[in-house]
């Protein structure tokens, strides 16, 4: 296994927020693997390295995946989010939860706040985000200033014009412009992809644990993927990833 250290400015987690914190636990263990752990931890794991948290929801938050994201200093971060046109949502010792230009909301915390050796880049774990806009330009603007990402030029031959969001030359997380097939009201979110082996079956079992199927299968310039609702209608996604030693982050 594979340690790297976690870098400022660099995705390196998920949470779920959901009404059904118990099913969603059986749920995401059934589909993926996990070990889930019982009230009141919130971290699951995968081979005994932590993947997520599940968490319940309060009143008036929605389900949703929210993407955090590693910062320097969380003040100084939510000072830049504000500027960019950014809410502050929540605030607690070395972590926040923001709400961006558009509303998308996701965490920024600091090395201290994360777990220790999370797993990703492994089916089962964390492989990638995707932020879906409406707005390119306001989109690049804002977490331009708050992290120092920029974007690249979509492929060509990409008739979705995905991007990739990019730190010092590296890409980190991707953006796609609002699709056609996706309901005029849903709202711009970060989506979450998880790694599994192959698609065949994936479906199948999603359905059979109380979830909905809204894209089956899709190939794409960055792999196979298929997207999900989950028993609470939380959106996720999953992209074929091969087995192989997968990254353990550590802090």
């Not at 914190?21 to 993926?32: E, G, T």
């Not at 492994?122 to 390119?136: K, N, R, Y």
């Not at 849903?186 to 994936?202: C, I, K, N």
């Amino acid at each position: 296994m594979q340690h790297q250290r976690a870098t400022v400015g660099m995705p390196d987690w998920v949470t779920l927020t959901t009404t059904a914190p118990a099913r969603a636990r059986q749920f995401y263990a059934d589909l993926l693997g996990w070990h889930v752990p019982a009230e009141p931890d919130t971290v699951c794991r995968l081979n005994g390295q932590p993947v997520a948290s599940i968490v319940g929801a309060t009143d008036g938050v929605g389900p949703a995946w929210r993407l955090h994201v590693q910062v320097a200093e969380v003040g100084a971060s939510v000072a830049r989010a504000l500027a960019a046109g950014g809410k502050l949502l929540t605030q607690t010792d070395g972590a926040a939860v923001l709400a961006d230009h558009a509303g998308v909301e996701l965490v920024i915390w600091q090395r201290a706040a994360a777990p220790d050796q999370a797993l990703r880049g492994v089916p089962g774990a964390l492989v990638w985000s995707e932020l879906i806009v409406d707005d390119v330009g306001a989109a690049a603007a804002f977490y331009g200033q708050l992290f120092g990402w920029t974007l690249s030029a979509p492929a060509a031959d990409d008739p979705f014009q995905r991007r990739q969001w990019l730190l010092d030359g590296r890409p980190v997380a991707g953006l796609l412009p609002r699709p056609p097939a996706m309901p005029a009201d849903m709202p711009p979110y970060w989506d979450v992809y998880f790694g599994v082996a192959a698609l065949d079956g994936v479906a199948e079992t999603v359905e059979r644990l109380g979830g909905v199927v809204l894209l089956p299968s899709l190939n794409t310039a960055h792999g196979q993927i298929a997207v999900f609702l989950d028993p609470a209608a939380s959106v996720f996604s999953v992209r074929v990833t091969a087995h192989g030693a997968g990254v353990a982050r550590t802090a």
